[in-house]
């Protein structure tokens, strides 16, 4: 019998994840078919593609209810379609308002669904943890505090460890990325991440641009790299370049190319995210900030579980890198913060050793650990 697993992946980081995952299942089961929802990275893979991954990603509260009834249909034709085939597993990458439900409907149908990625649960919307325990057979978590929570709820559960520690290397090579991007060793950069959507680049375009000003205030020879994620946040930011008359201020705008900004500087200014992890595992300091609508961050607090919101402070259980958010997020605050990882050689000693201590515990190949806890649920079906 011929193993079928029907997967979902939304977005472009849930393709990459699902592509290494099926290639890690076909280590052991060569010849297994994969089909359902995803991108080109898991069609390489060999994976029928159903509908495009792209169809799930939705940009905010209002998009998502706008999409409700386009989405609502895909979601029920592909459980129609898993119930007529009845493939030996599903597996729900990552997209949990979308797999969740169909996780759900397909345990009831006697398939066993796995989840890859937990929710935040820990965050906030705790009490989510009893729908997730009705929808699904095994939870596959990338934070090695996730487990505990499962487990108290009677989960089945693996710690997998997080793909991007994986990728990135223990000891990024900050010469050579210098080098490439024509930067001295001896100056001084502060690489500014605003954020990959349009809303997080308008929202803080502005203060970074005046928090660049008041550094170079006190240093002219500090330089600035603002890596941009799509035209569309280029132009946002260049926008504000010109509406803050800034345009003579040594800040290099890059296509892309975060990593390369992050391992070149001595200090990253980061919107909280994937991207503050990635700084950790760069071994960067940082300063993480963050702000959106009044009423939506009053929410979000209301909802929170933990002190913090960036991931670096939230894996190493302590404050180890400042967050200033919301009505902190102001230019003379945020100066300030970064001056003071510049001006203190032993604390930025000490947190590059700390992500490396993160670095190490996240490390654990993935895809492989992640076939591993799937494994027998597939050679269960089989027999």
Request: proline share 7%.
């Amino acid at each position: 019998m011929t193993v079928r697993i029907a997967m979902v992946a939304g977005e472009t980081s849930g393709d990459l994840l699902a592509s290494h995952l099926i290639r890690a299942l076909r280590r052991h089961l060569p010849d297994a078919e994969f089909f359902g929802i995803g991108g080109p990275e898991m069609q390489a893979e060999g994976f029928d593609v159903c509908w495009p991954c792209e169809l799930l990603a939705v940009h905010g509260y209002v998009d998502a209810i706008k999409r409700y009834r386009e989405l609502s249909g895909i979601r029920r034709e592909l459980l129609g379609q898993i119930r007529r085939e009845r493939p030996t597993a599903f597996i729900g990458v990552d997209a949990p308002d979308f797999n969740l439900w169909l996780e759900g409907k397909t345990r009831d149908a006697g398939i066993p669904a796995i989840h890859f990625v937990s929710p935040s649960i820990w965050a906030w919307r705790r009490g989510r943890i009893k729908h997730i325990a009705r929808s699904v057979s095994h939870m596959l978590c990338l934070f090695p505090f996730e487990p505990e929570l499962y487990e108290r709820a009677g989960v089945p559960v693996s710690y997998v460890g997080h793909p991007l520690a994986d990728v990135f290397p223990l000891h990024p090579d900050r010469g050579e990325t210098r080098a490439r991007l024509e930067i001295p060793l001896e100056r001084k950069v502060i690489a500014m991440l605003p954020g990959s959507r349009q809303s997080e680049v308008r929202n803080l375009a502005d203060t970074y641009i005046a928090t660049a000003r008041r550094l170079l205030e006190r240093d002219p020879e500090l330089r600035f790299l603002v890596p941009l994620a799509t035209r569309e946040t280029r132009e946002l930011f260049e926008e504000a370049l010109q509406r803050n008359q800034a345009t003579e201020l040594p800040i290099r705008m890059l296509f892309g190319h975060a990593v390369d900004a992050m391992t070149a500087a001595d200090v990253v200014l980061v919107a909280s995210g994937t991207a503050s992890l990635e700084a950790a595992l760069l071994k960067r300091p940082m300063v993480i900030t963050y702000r959106i609508g009044k009423w939506q961050y009053r929410l979000m607090k209301r909802m929170a579980y933990l002190p913090w919101v960036g991931l670096p402070n939230i894996l190493c259980n302590e404050s180890i890198v400042p967050e200033l958010l919301q009505d902190d997020a102001v230019p003379e605050k945020l100066a300030r913060a970064v001056e003071d990882w510049l001006g203190d050689a032993p604390r930025r000693a000490r947190v590059e050793a700390r992500f490396m201590d993160l670095h190490l515990t996240l490390r654990q190949d993935t895809a492989s650990r992640a076939a591993e806890a799937i494994l027998p649920y597939l050679r269960a079906e089989l027999r």
